[in-house]
T-cell receptor, first 114, second 114 residues
Framework: AQSVTQPDIHITVSEGASLELRCNYS??????LFWYVQSPGQGLQLLLK??????LVQGIKGFEAEFKRSQSSFNLRKPSVHWSDAAEYFC????????????FGKGTKLSVIP | NAGVTQTPKFQVLKTGQSMTLQCAQD?????MSWYRQDPGMGLRLIHY???????DQGEVPNGYNVSRSTTEDFPLRLLSAAPSQTSVYFC?????????????FGSGTRLTVV
């Protein structure tokens, strides 16, 4: 079955440390991939997206993600985390061209220690 | 440039009551969808529409009805509310297939069924 998996429910990092949030998908073709962030009580904000081309994608707020076809992964990274990055992060997938449906992973909650 | 507007922002219902969550967009997007967000479950697709008069079920459609008579509006109806429908509901729209122009999300409706 098609699915999006975020293996880590909760991650805690110290401010200034690097961050990597994992996302794996199981779709037949190369899907379109997204990362969203949600602060407590807020809506969803798009961090970055990948459709094709360069497998390293730059987003807002200093985030980047790398698409690895061989591993069916689209991991989100940031070299130095700020306290304001504490939020919940969602990986999401569209099966590909011709599809509209956006399917979300269950999310990873990020806590930042000052 | 209102984007996606959801009303109401908060609602408390008694079990068995009915209500309609409103979603309107002013971007002439052909695709609209409803999600529910529950702790630890991410966002799950309830229903979606690819144009006026066309709707389909998502992952968790039971207990919800939708219709789409205009491009702008996509209301979500709860015919007989149940405590299991306590959740935060998000409406989203998109201009094109695959989300190549992104998805626009509303700010959410927090529903409590007692």
């Amino acid at each position: 079955a098609q699915s999006v998996t975020q293996p880590d429910i909760h991650i805690t990092v110290s401010e200034g440390a690097s961050l990597e949030l994992r996302c794996n998908y199981s779709y037949g073709a190369t899907p379109y991939l997204f990362w969203y962030v949600q602060s407590p009580g807020q809506g969803l904000q798009l961090l970055l997206k990948y459709f094709s081309g360069d497998t390293l994608v730059q987003g807002i707020k200093g985030f980047e993600a790398e698409f690895k076809r061989s591993q069916s992964s689209f991991n989100l990274r940031k070299p130095s985390v700020h306290w304001s990055d504490a939020a919940e992060y969602f990986c999401a997938v569209v099966p590909g061209a011709g599809s509209y449906q956006l399917t979300f992973g269950k999310g990873t909650k990020l806590s930042v220690i000052p | 440039n209102a984007g996606v507007t959801q009303t109401p922002k908060f609602q408390v219902l008694k079990t068995g009551q009915s209500m309609t969550l409103q979603c309107a967009q002013d971007m002439n997007h052909e695709y609209m969808s409803w999600y529910r967000q529950d702790p630890g479950m991410g966002l799950r697709l309830i229903h979606y529409s690819v144009g006026a008069g066309i709707t389909d079920q998502g992952e968790v459609p039971n207990g919800y009805n939708v219709s789409r008579s205009t491009t702008e509006d996509f209301p979500l109806r709860l015919l007989s509310a149940a405590p299991s429908q306590t959740s935060v509901y998000f409406c989203a729209s998109s201009r094109a297939e695959g989300g190549s122009y992104g998805y626009t999300f509303g700010s959410g409706t927090r529903l409590t069924v007692v």
